[in-house]
């Protein structure tokens, strides 16, 4: 379970992070980044739990 939560956490954060850039913000260290990627990490844990129920 774990590494299936890390590996959520690790993507879903990645992309979160990077969505601001999409909208213009180009400096990757802004509080939006920071906060999509809290935000990102979060849901990638919540979707690796999830999986890893529908594995069992």
């Known amino acids: ?4 939560a890390l590996l959520g956490a690790i993507l879903f954060g990645a992309i979160g992070s990077y969505v601001p850039a999409l909208f213009g913000d ?3 260290l802004s509080g939006w ?6 935000v990102g990490g979060l849901f ?3 979707v690796g739990v999830k999986l890893y ?3 069992n």
């Open 33 to 38: 980044s920071i906060l999509g990627g809290m």
């Open 26 to 28: 180009t400096n990757l």
């Open 1 to 4: 379970m774990k590494q299936l």
């Open 44 to 46: 990638g844990i919540w």
């Open 53 to 55: 129920r529908m594995m």
